[in-house]
C-alpha cells in the first residue's frame, strides 16, 4: 500500500489535501501530522512520500526536514510553502528535497505532482527555478553578518546555554518545545563551528555575542 504523509499546520490545507488525495488515490494510507513534535513522534516509519510545510509549527522554516532525519523516518520529501521564493528554494532542494509544491496549485495541479512524486519523479516550478538559476545560490547561503550570526530565538537559546540550561528547560522558559530547542542548539553549534554547548559559550563570548565570565554550560 502506499503511504503517504501530510505534515501541516494549516487545518484548512490538510483538510483540501486529503479531499483531493482521497479521491485520487483511493488505495494510499494518508498520515496526518500538525507539527515538529508529531514528526518527531513517528519514529523510524517509511513512506513512500512526506509532503512538509516549510514552516511547520513547532520550529522554523526547514526544521522538519532535521527532524526527520533525526526521527528516523524515511521517504522522499515534497516541500509544500506559501512562500514562493527561489532562497526557500534553493535550500529545500539543497537539503534533499524532491518537490517543491507551491500551496497555490490548483487541484488538478497539485495531484498530478503528487502522483510523479510518487513515479520516483521531481517537480519544480519553472518560474522559481529560473529565478533560483540567476539569483546567485551561493549569496543566499551566505552566513549573516557579523553581529547577526545567530537568529533571535538562536540567541534567546544561546543565552539559556549559557545558564547552563538543559534544553527542556530552556524550552520551559523561552515556551518552545524540547525538540525546537534542541533543532537551535544544532544550529548555533554548526553555525559557530562548536564542538560542544560549552564550547559554542566561549565561541560566541570570544565574538562578542554574550557577555564574559558566565557560568560555564553544561557540555
Not at 91 to 100: E, H, K, T
Not at 122 to 148: D, F, K, S, W, Y
Request: with cysteine.
Amino acid at each position: 500500500m502506499t503511504r503517504i504523509l501530510v505534515a501541516d499546520d494549516h487545518p484548512a490545507y490538510r483538510d483540501a489535501v486529503e479531499l483531493y488525495l482521497s479521491r485520487e488515490l483511493p488505495e494510499a494510507e494518508l498520515c496526518f501530522v500538525a507539527g515538529v513534535s508529531g514528526l518527531a513522534a513517528l519514529g523510524g516509519q517509511a513512506f513512500d512520500l512526506v509532503l512538509l510545510d516549510w514552516f511547520l509549527a513547532g520550529g522554523e522554516g526547514g526544521d522538519g526536514l532535521a527532524v526527520l532525519e533525526e526521527a528516523g523516518v524515511t521517504g522522499p520529501v515534497a516541500v509544500l510553502t506559501g512562500a514562493e521564493s527561489p532562497e526557500v528554494l534553493f535550500d529545500a532542494l539543497s537539503r534533499g528535497a524532491v518537490g517543491f509544491l507551491p500551496k497555490t496549485l490548483p487541484r488538478a495541479a497539485f495531484v498530478a505532482a503528487v502522483r510523479l512524486l510518487l513515479a520516483g519523479g521531481t517537480t519544480v516550478p519553472a518560474a522559481l527555478a529560473l529565478a533560483m538559476a540567476g539569483a546567485e545560490p551561493g549569496a543566499a547561503a551566505a552566513p549573516a553578518p557579523a553581529g547577526r550570526l545567530l537568529t533571535e530565538r538562536e540567541e534567546a537559546v544561546l543565552a539559556g546555554l549559557m545558564g547552563g540550561g538543559s534544553n527542556k528547560e530552556i524550552g520551559r522558559q523561552l515556551g518552545m518545545q524540547e525538540v525546537t530547542v534542541k533543532l537551535h542548539v544544532r544550529r548555533i553549534l554548526k553555525k559557530l563551528d562548536a564542538k560542544n554547548r560549552t564550547d559554542a559559550v566561549m565561541r560566541a563570548q570570544a565574538l562578542g555575542l554574550l557577555p564574559a565570565c558566565s557560568p560555564a554550560p553544561r557540555a
